[in-house]
């Protein structure tokens, strides 16, 4: 029994590393021609299989596969910084990440504490993730000035959303000892609301998110807003935010635009991918925006001009070849 499981294992390890990109012949099988062409596997990182990023990747992989006839096989990560680390350690070579924490990697910063990671590139913002700051208006709160000395929840402890909520807490000249702090998962977060065990909260996601749609069926909420004034002052600061707006009747309640902040979900590549892939994978991405729609909603967001802005860790040779091509880098 004992062999017969090390056979299968063997087996699915040799299939999932056997898969490969066609780079040096332009999508030609090795040896085509009459000449050895370079391979390079192709692995994406993604986050839990019930998330965004999953279906996401999962949807624009089989995209990018059927029209580059580079195979790309879809793995389930814990997202973000997980994902940097197996870029990282080569385990995987595209990988969709949140850009301010791919920022804190190239930095070596904060989740990243001293540890600069630079082997990856930028190859394209795909769409928002957006600072959702939720709380209850019968707490007497109508702006973010107004958290200070109430109960709220940041994000999970050492989250991308944790170090959100602080700079955008501090913004408006309030730190974390100024507040009751809890470290609660968007979840958690919406169920203590709920029964008023605290007064707001922090949402880092797609807007919008399903964890405040719920909360809002039974339950009167507001979104509060980061004005201009303090939203250039953090971009200033922190150039991988957006300015971004919650629309109206996104939440039940919310009748009107709300102006926040954004983040951006972001594929990365190993510096390891050629120029030639990383091209196609680009240009095919960009192309695609209808069919990548249909397969998934996210897939509206695209565009080459949201692609390249807020983007602080450099491009890959061929995502930047492509961008300067048409225009959207300059």
Known sequence: MKLKKAAVLSAALALATGLSVYAGGKGQEAGSGGQQAKTERIRMATGGNTGTYYAFGTAVGQILTDKTKIPITIQSTGASKANIQLVAAEEVELAIVQND?????????????????????????????????????????????????????????????EFNARDILEAYGITFNDIGKQNLSFGASADALRDNKIDAF????????????????????????????????????????????????????????????????????????????????????????????????????????????????????GAEKYFREIGAIK
């Open 101 to 161: 924490v791919m920022d804190y990697a190239y930095r070596g910063v904060h989740l990243f504490n001293g540890e600069k990671i630079t082997n990856f590139s930028s190859m394209a913002a795909l769409y928002a993730e957006v600072c959702q700051v939720v709380a209850n208006p019968a707490s007497g709160i109508t702006t973010i000035a107004d958290l200070k000395g109430k109960n709220v929840s940041v994000g999970d402890a050492g989250s991308g959303t």
């Open 202 to 317: 922090f949402c880092v996601a797609g807007s919008p998110t399903t964890a405040i749609v719920d909360l809002a069926i039974g339950k009167d909420i507001v979104i509060l807003e980061v004005d201009d004034e303090h939203a250039v002052q953090i971009i200033q600061k922190s150039p991988f935010y957006t300015q971004f707006p919650i629309p109206a009747g996104s939440y039940r309640g919310v009748t009107q635009d709300v102006k926040t902040l954004a983040v951006k979900a972001t594929f990365i590549v190993s510096n390891k991918l050629s120029e030639d892939a990383v091209y196609q994978l680009t240009k095919t991405l960009i192309e695609s925006k209808a069919e990548i729609a249909q397969a998934h909603a996210k897939g509206a967001e695209l565009s080459s001009d949201y692609a390249v802005r807020g983007i602080s860790v450099p491009f890959h040779k």
